[in-house]
């Protein structure tokens, strides 16, 4: 009875192990089919999220083609498909305007729905 209680298993295809007491899969194909079982939900997820941020990206370089600074309505970006829930970070200016940036291009709330768009840092 001692040894069906000692006896251990991969933890991918359940066969039984022999060899280290830490071991835990039986093979490196066990162990990798496992950990990328185990990944892939994560994995996804962070695809979904460079996803839209690049696209934000791409439609934050459209609009500064040629213009560093340039005013545009905030409905502009949405009809484009721009995701304002996802960004990469924000920049606080000295006069205390808050900038929200998207890699290297990013905006300003101004008033009446308007947008200030501006590329490299504030």
Request: with cysteine.
């Amino acid at each position: 009875m001692d040894s069906f209680i000692s006896q251990r298993f991969c933890q991918e295809c359940g066969s039984p192990l022999k060899g280290r007491s830490d071991q835990k899969f039986c093979s490196d194909q066990c162990r990798n089919q496992f950990n990328n079982r185990s990944y892939a939900q994560k994995l996804t997820q962070q695809r979904q999220i460079n996803r839209i941020l690049m696209q934000n990206h791409q439609i934050l370089a459209h609009y500064l083609l040629i213009d560093k600074k340039r005013k545009v309505l905030e409905l502009d970006l949405r009809v484009k498909g721009y995701n304002f829930d996802f960004h990469t970070h924000q920049k606080q200016a000295k006069n205390g305007q808050v900038y929200i940036f998207c890699y290297d291009f990013g905006y300003l709330r101004l008033a009446s729905n308007q947008l200030l768009l501006v590329q490299g840092s504030c």
